[in-house]
């Protein structure tokens, strides 16, 4: 028996368009930079179940330092499901936890819209850009 193709398949009206390349070639990731205290959390392309399961124990071990400072960005996510919402919601909490930093980069209407439907806007706070670290005053 003969499987019926798609219109996508058959280069119809709506071809699928290829998911974003991140590393390691998932359709997400979370690319996790550390540097003393400061951890930087970039969310790339699809994040899902599957992307949240592979970066946790990545931030956890990051996280493991007094007072961490994490930055987590979101401009590169493309889609983000429960599971990754909670995984923000969740680094945010242990943040605050430890009385370290946290600051959450999201510029996309639509991750903004849904942080605000969830009631997650006000506690996370986000901000356009990231900031930058505070100059320090040259040594005499």
Not at 67 to 96: C, K, M, N, Q, W
Not at 120 to 128: C, E
């Amino acid at each position: 028996m003969a499987s019926k193709a798609s219109p996508a398949d058959r280069g119809g009206p709506f071809p699928l368009s290829p998911p974003p390349v991140v590393p390691g070639g998932a359709a997400g990731a979370v690319r996790v930079v550390t540097s003393g205290r400061r951890v930087l959390a970039e969310f790339l392309g699809e994040i899902d179940l599957l992307a949240v399961v592979d970066a946790a124990p990545r931030l956890a071990d990051a996280l493991r330092t007094e007072r961490p400072y994490l930055t987590v960005d979101l401009r590169p996510v493309t889609f983000i499901d429960g599971s990754g919402l909670t995984l923000v919601e969740e680094l945010h909490a242990r943040v605050t936890q430890e009385q370290g930093e946290y600051v959450l980069v999201c510029d996309d209407p639509k991750v903004l819209r849904l942080l605000e439907i969830l009631g997650l806007r006000s506690l996370l706070a986000p901000v356009s850009a990231p900031r930058l670290p505070e100059a320090r005053p040259p040594h005499p």
